[in-house]
């Protein structure tokens, strides 16, 4: 192909099937075959296929859309590796998944290491890859919702300090930026959708690891009987379709971080084998006896409450002490009102950039009707309610009316969630000041709702408020 | 079957390739097809750069031919052609020639069992 052709040149020729509203899928390989079997396990998987044969034509077929890149890493004129740079950069929630022939394991692992998220030998098992594409659209998906945390963590990436008003979020941010330095394992705990994997990446890259890689794993969303290779690998032969040697994630990860996110899924019959590896810090492949010294940093997260499952003996005791070493429990939303004006700017702001139209204000009162919502998806779910109603507002200010949230997860029950931030450090005035006006938030300002909700009588809360300068 | 012809499951992976193509033989024909088209191309790539002398073509080709086997779960051409991309990774080209010689046959007998396979699942 000639490098003087334009990239419209060759988004025309760059073949797209099956356009649908599914997640659009680049594929990049110059191996025709491959190219044909993609587009037909990921076709008819019901995802929009974009092929290119060369990286240059990658590159220029890239759009924010793509969720999930294949790239080839042995490709005419630029080159997978340089496609992923190129793609890393400039498309952050592109999730990249390479190809390499079977026995280039190592290319894999370098470009794994540059950030690719997964990668798939050739000759493919047609499940497999469409597994590990729905896996890495669901993590572009999240990496999209968790731009929403840019009122929280600095931007590209999460290494500066937060930016909150809430007491709880400083008192996490100052707690991140102790453990970070620690070396030590931690368990992140919070409600889906509070930004536990972008806490566990603000970790990684504030302490003594941030050069090496940051490996994440979802053991919610791998089959139990794949996510035994998929942690520890297998060696050549150790079951059908182990065509070739693989490194598992854990020793990817070695030098760097391995992130097990939602560890409370993690199959009780796989958890004495992650069991051991904590403790002797060496893995085994499945279907090898050779042990290979791995050093990590774990971080485990997950919204289940995990002594309660070891209670109910559906998670290992032993192995919920080896990781609950230090423990961070993120706030949900409803408990960071504080933080929730400037948080839908900000969603707001990333949803105008990206249709390329002027970001429409708030109301006063779409504020309050936003801050006294219970938020029970938390941030993700902020953003799709604002993503929505953006797309379907007609002027530049939203109003309250605008706002339409699930109807199930508005209950009463939502709204009256305890509070569960930790509060250690604070003084019992703050904290009570805190638990008054949270919970104010959370009930829509009902004063009476309030004093029911915290135990006291309604002339207490009014009293209170007083006392804390709170006003209502 | 003679002295000199491999089982078929030596030949390719037949169950792989079996659940590759869902049991799908107009499918394993597209895929047989696009190979016949492209496998001259290859060839001559590989053939030219063992005349040549050529290392690195000899690495990038047999690497690209490695990579549209693989689609047919192919056994021997398969290894033979990783045989080919070593040579030319490592610069040593000795054996070379020999190699592509017996390439040639593999990629024959299992283009012919590809096609029986289609024919089977048809």
């Known amino acids: 192909m000639s490098r003087t052709k334009t990239a419209t040149d060759k988004k025309k020729r760059a073949k797209a099937t099956r356009p649908t509203d599914s997640a659009r899928i680049l594929v990049a390989d110059d191996d025709p075959m491959a190219i044909m079997a993609l587009e037909r396990h990921l076709g008819s998987a019901g995802f929009e296929v974009i092929a290119a044969s060369d990286g240059e034509q990658a590159i220029a077929c890239m759009d924010d859309d793509i969720a999930v890149a294949l790239l080839d890493l042995h490709m005419p004129l630029v080159s997978g590796f340089e496609s992923l740079t190129y793609i890393q950069k400039h498309f952050p929630d592109t999730q990249v998944i390479v190809i390499t022939a079977s026995g280039d394991v190592a290319d894999a692992v370098e470009a794994m290491k540059l950030g690719a998220a997964e990668y798939i030998t050739k000759p493919f098992h047609p499940e497999e890859l469409v597994l590990q594409v729905q896996q890495a659209v669901k993590s572009s998906q999240e990496s999209r919702s968790h731009r929403g945390l840019k009122a929280f963590v600095g931007h590209p990436l999460p290494t500066s300090q937060f930016s909150t008003r809430s007491p709880a979020m400083k008192k996490m941010d100052r707690m991140v930026q102790k453990v970070a330095k620690l070396d030590s394992t931690i368990l992140v705990t919070g409600e889906s959708g509070t930004g536990k994997s972008t806490i566990a990446r603000m970790i990684h890259q504030h302490g003594p690891r941030a050069a090496a890689p940051f490996i994440a794993v979802n053991c919610a969303s791998l089959p139990r009987d794949l996510i035994e290779a998929e942690l520890f690998g297998h060696a050549k032969g150790a079951f059908t379709g182990a065509v070739g040697d693989r490194p598992g994630r854990v020793e990817i990860a070695n030098g760097g971080t391995l992130f097990l996110d939602e560890i409370g899924d993690l199959p009780l019959e796989l958890q004495p084998k992650l069991l051991t590896f904590l403790q002797d810090r060496v893995i085994q492949r499945i279907g090898s006896n050779k042990e290979i010294k791995v050093d990590v940093r774990l971080i485990a997260a997950t919204h289940q409450d995990l002594s309660k499952m070891c209670l109910e003996k559906q998670f290992r005791q032993d192995l919920y002490y080896r990781i609950n070493v230090l423990a961070l429990e993120i706030p949900p939303v409803r408990e960071r009102t504080l933080d929730i004006p400037d948080l839908a700017e900000s969603i707001m702001a990333r949803i105008s950039e990206r249709r390329g139209n002027p970001s429409p204000r708030l109301s006063e009162a779409a504020i309050e009707k936003l801050k006294a919502y219970s938020w029970p998806g938390n941030i993700r779910e902020m953003e799709n309610v604002l993503e929505s109603v953006t797309a379907f507002c007609d002027g530049q200010t939203i109003s309250a009316a605008d706002l339409t949230f699930a109807k199930s997860a508005s209950s009463t029950a939502d709204t009256t969630a305890p509070v569960t931030t930790s509060l250690a450090g604070m003084s019992l005035s703050d904290i009570e000041k805190m638990a008054i006006e949270e919970t104010l938030a959370a009930c829509g300002g009902n004063k009476a709702k309030t004093a029911r909700t915290l135990g006291i009588s309604e002339k207490s809360i009014y009293n209170k408020m007083k006392r804390h300068g709170i006003q209502r | ?122």
Do not use: W
């Open chain 2, 1 to 122: 079957m003679t002295d000199c012809e491999p089982a078929e499951d030596q030949v390719f992976a037949r169950a792989d390739a079996i659940r590759y193509v869902g049991q799908d033989a107009e499918f394993l024909r597209d895929l047989l097809n696009m190979f016949c088209e492209h496998r001259g191309e290859v060839m001559d790539r590989i053939s030219a750069a063992i005349d040549n002398d050529a290392a690195d073509e000899l690495r990038e080709a047999s690497h690209r031919l490695k990579g549209m086997l693989a689609s047919f779960f192919s056994v021997h051409a398969a290894d033979t052609t990783g045989k080919l991309e070593l040579a030319g990774k490592s610069g040593n080209l000795e054996t070379a020639a020999g190699l592509f010689s017996r390439l040639d046959g593999q990629i024959d007998v299992l283009c012919a069992a590809v096609d029986a396979l289609a024919s089977e699942l048809e």
